[in-house]
């Protein structure tokens, strides 16, 4: 199978990258805001042209001479990506022209990389004019668009794709979901979601930085461990909205609520020096509510004494703070070291291969009358009966059971049957619902 050709946006801060990132995929997934540098990371996305090929394209972060350590940081990512680019798009604005884009010229002709110089803004044909100065770049015909106008992007996409190398272009293979585990890694700012993105696939996708807030897109990595595919998400950490004062401070937490939506499993990844929090607490309320497998992952563990009793301390604070995660494995690890991150993805896939699973109706009966059969609560309006009981969906997993009368069932029955479902069917770390229906009703 041949390697997908991969295009890398290049160009300085506000040029438009990622206005033309988004065009390009027909997605918006790069946040798009006039302030310069809001893309940080590596973001990738594909687009499926003439039904079965498809192109990779990176949006990279804004060139800048700048020397801040968020910048050198950007900086260096930038040139990392060239390197495995089959094609580079030079995005420039019309008349503004700086020396920092004859410097990526020069490492671009080092490179020998093929190229195409693409002058944004250029919103209507009088405008054309203004590129011809872009032909002392050496890098071929320049090419008028407007990104946010979609004006000549039909014209880029076909000059991108008579560029690529012709062995490159590939057909198309479906690929099963349902066997891919799409895991978010989430959290509050700088508890070192990045470094444990970066740690898990090898090479620096995230930015990592002790600034926080430095992840402000959801950042795709791919990988295949133990024989199974994994999609990755690093997200940018989510904060209270009170304190979300930047639109792209919300696009961003946004961003990273939706990725929770999209994954099976998530990584709650907590300070292991810092007590949990509100926040934390929130988040994951929104994983429960989404019926979504949960990790929650102790980072900087190396920062703690590793002795198993501080440990087990460490995880009955967590509980007894925070009962609604019960569920959930705890996993110590050190992102910086790579201490524990094997154990975490032998977990998740344990985890995974429960949360797809379907249990059959006959199985599911057979728990039924074992759990009624040892406590079955009474009152004076009777006794509640458990006729049968089914799955409905896995991932997320939802159960419907048929009782009798739905004012018998009490909250702690309820809670009764869940804890009993979990032993039995070994259901850790996954939300379980069950709906109770009258079985003469329609109506949960």
């Known amino acids: 199978m041949n390697k997908i050709p991969l295009v890398a946006i290049l160009g300085r801060p506000n040029v438009g990258k990622s206005t033309l990132f988004n065009r390009l995929i027909k997605k918006r997934k790069a946040i798009i805001d006039p302030t310069p540098g809001v893309t940080r990371d590596i973001i990738f996305?594909?687009?499926?042209?003439?039904?079965?090929?498809?192109?990779?394209?990176?949006?990279?972060?804004?060139?800048?001479?700048?020397?801040?350590?968020?910048?050198?940081?950007?900086?260096?990512?930038?040139?990392?990506?060239?390197?495995?680019?089959?094609?580079?798009?030079?995005?420039?604005?019309?008349?503004?022209?700086?020396?920092?884009?004859?410097?990526?010229?020069?490492?671009?002709?080092?490179?020998?990389?093929?190229?195409?110089?693409?002058?944004?803004?250029?919103?209507?044909?009088?405008?054309?004019?203004?590129?011809?100065?872009?032909?002392?770049?050496?890098?071929?015909?320049?090419?008028?668009?407007?990104?946010?106008?979609?004006?000549?992007?039909?014209?880029?996409?076909?000059?991108?794709?008579?560029?690529?190398?012709?062995?490159?272009e590939i057909e198309i293979k479906e690929e099963e979901e349902k066997d891919v585990i799409r895991i978010a890694i989430v959290g509050k700012p700088n508890v070192g979601k990045s470094s444990l993105l970066n740690k898990i696939i090898g090479q620096e996708r995230s930015i990592v930085s002790s600034i926080p807030g430095t992840t402000r897109d959801v950042v795709d990595g791919k990988f295949n461990y133990d024989n199974k595919e994994f999609i990755i998400l690093d997200t940018a950490g989510i904060r209270r909205k009170s304190r979300v004062n930047e639109d792209i401070e919300y696009y961003s937490v946004n961003r990273a609520i939706k990725s929770i939506s999209d994954a099976n499993i998530i990584f709650l990844v907590i300070d292991s020096v810092e007590n949990i929090s509100d926040q934390d607490k929130k988040i994951t309320d929104q994983i429960i509510k989404n019926g979504k497998a949960l990790i929650l992952v102790l980072n900087k563990w190396d920062l703690v004494d590793k002795n198993q009793d501080v440990l087990n301390e460490k995880k009955e604070m967590l509980l007894y703070k925070f009962p609604i995660v019960e569920f959930a494995p705890i996993i110590p690890i050190s992102a910086k070291t790579g201490k524990?991150?094997?154990?975490?993805?032998?977990?998740?896939?344990?985890?995974?291969?429960?949360?797809?699973?379907?249990?059959?109706?006959?199985?599911?009966?057979?728990?039924?009358a074992e759990v009624v059969k040892k406590y079955t609560p009474a009152s004076?309006?009777?006794?509640?009966?458990?006729?049968?009981?089914?799955?409905?969906?896995?991932?997320?997993?939802?159960?419907?059971?048929f009782i009798n009368k739905k004012k018998l069932l009490t909250e702690n029955y309820k809670q009764y049957i869940i804890n009993r479902f979990r032993e039995k069917f070994n259901y850790t770390g996954i939300p379980i619902q069950i709906h109770f229906r009258d079985k003469d009703k329609k109506e949960e």
Do not use: W
Not at 84 to 104: H, M, Q, R, W
Not at 126 to 131: A, G, L, V, W
Not at 352 to 357: M, T, V
């Open 45 to 168: 996305g594909e687009l499926i042209y003439n039904d079965n090929k498809t192109i990779k394209f990176l949006d990279t972060g804004g060139l800048t001479d700048e020397g801040d350590e968020l910048n050198i940081l950007v900086q260096k990512k930038s040139r990392e990506a060239l390197k495995d680019a089959d094609l580079v798009i030079f995005l420039v604005e019309s008349n503004k022209s700086l020396p920092i884009e004859i410097e990526y010229i020069e490492i671009l002709r080092k490179l020998n990389k093929k190229s195409i110089i693409v002058v944004n803004k250029c919103d209507i044909p009088e405008k054309d004019i203004n590129i011809n100065e872009y032909y002392q770049y050496g890098l071929g015909e320049p090419l008028a668009i407007s990104a946010s106008h979609n004006r000549n992007i039909d014209v880029l996409l076909e000059r991108i794709i008579e560029n690529l190398p012709e062995e490159q």
């Open 340 to 368: 524990g991150v094997e154990n975490l993805l032998k977990t998740s896939i344990k985890i995974f291969n429960q949360y797809k699973r379907r249990i059959g109706t006959s199985e599911l009966n057979d728990f039924i």
């Open 380 to 401: 004076k309006q009777g006794v509640l009966k458990i006729y049968y009981g089914t799955q409905i969906k896995a991932m997320p997993v939802e159960f419907v059971f």
